[in-house]
């Protein structure tokens, strides 16, 4: 792939990595429970794309329904996305915005566990010494201060992990949809998961006693801002980009996310990290990024040929 060709998936990817970093400050703005913030992020985001996908349709061969299996792999999808997303919003709330999302992005070494222990993946020097500087750097941002925070921190701290775990799985099922979709495009797949997320994400908001009404009439321009920009626009890009990317590239694309988060952190809520925070989350930032791009000469090679 030359330059000139990769410059357009590279400023998709980015553009992907930005929208999508915004996610946790919504959640943080509006005035409502966790788990009914994110049944409004998947039935929003089914809604807006239901007439991409009915578009696509007409235009071409793909269609609405895909086969059984595929169906059945997007419904294991939104069963892990469902405890991704209850997590993650109690995270968020409970230690920020940027720690909540740093955690979240150890999925990367659920994933390299799953392709060892399932795949006979080798994830060699990069996987393990990632997974050592990402622990490290995680200690220095909390253990200094761990006995001084409360235990809705620590809790935080647990539902932040736990989220990188379902966010894995949700990964490994929906990618598996997407090798065997068929006539079914990826927008219609993705439809499909916001559907079924949002269905079992309403009977747990009732469940939890959170209502669904927001209490502020803004509060609906930021659930409708964050399905939009967050669900729909930043899953649709990285969704286009990240095929055509190096295995590096996309690895550093990836880490705005956490490291945008926290920015956003700081400039809206004013969270701030220590001196050794900041060296904690360098090396937890550098550790994510050796994981990502655990395998990238093969990796690379496989992309060069889509």
């Known amino acids: 792939m030359t330059a000139a060709a990769a410059r357009g998936p590279l400023t998709l990817m980015v553009l992907g990595a930005v929208l999508i970093s915004t996610s946790a400050v919504f959640v943080k703005w509006v005035d409502m429970g966790p788990t009914a913030s994110a049944f409004w992020r998947m039935a929003l985001a089914a809604a807006m794309l239901l007439p991409i996908v009915a578009l696509g349709i007409t235009r071409s061969a793909t269609r609405l329904m895909p086969n059984g299996?595929?169906?059945?792999?997007?419904?294991?999808?939104a069963v892990f996305f469902t405890f991704d997303l209850w997590m993650w919003h109690r995270s968020i709330l409970y230690v920020g915005v940027g720690l909540?999302?740093?955690?979240?992005?150890?999925q990367v070494f659920v994933l390299a566990g799953y392709g060892a222990l399932v795949l006979g993946e080798h994830g060699g020097w990069r996987l393990w010494t990632g997974l050592l500087l990402a622990i490290a750097g995680l200690a220095l941002m909390l253990v200094p201060d761990w006995a001084s925070f409360d235990a809705r921190f620590h809790v935080g701290v647990g539902f932040g992990l736990g989220t990188g775990a379902a966010y894995a799985g949700f990964l490994i099922a929906?990618?598996?949809?997407?090798?065997?979709?068929?006539?079914?495009?990826?927008?219609t797949l993705l439809w499909w998961m916001c559907l079924f997320t949002a269905v079992m994400l309403l009977p747990m908001t009732w469940a939890g006693g959170e209502s669904l009404a927001p209490t502020r009439a803004s509060d609906w321009g930021t659930l409708l801002a964050y399905a939009f920009i967050a669900q729909v626009c930043g899953w649709l890009v990285i969704g286009r980009a990240m095929p055509k990317l190096t295995a590096g590239v996309l690895g550093l694309c990836l880490l705005l996310q956490p490291l945008l988060a926290y920015v956003w952190d700081a400039a809206l809520f004013g969270t701030r990290l220590s001196a050794l925070g900041l060296i904690g989350l360098g090396l937890s930032l550098a550790g994510i990024f050796l994981g990502l791009t655990r395998g990238a000469p093969r990796q690379?090679?496989?992309?060069e040929q889509t």
């Not at 909540?100 to 150890?106: E, K, P, S, V, W």
């Not at 990618?175 to 495009?185: F, G, I, L």
């Not at 690379?300 to 992309?303: L, T």
């Open 100 to 106: 909540a999302t740093l955690l979240g992005n150890f």
């Open 174 to 187: 929906f990618r598996k949809a997407q090798a065997t979709r068929d006539a079914a495009s990826n927008e």
């Open 69 to 77: 299996r595929v169906l059945g792999l997007v419904a294991i999808a």
């Open 300 to 303: 690379s090679r496989e992309i």
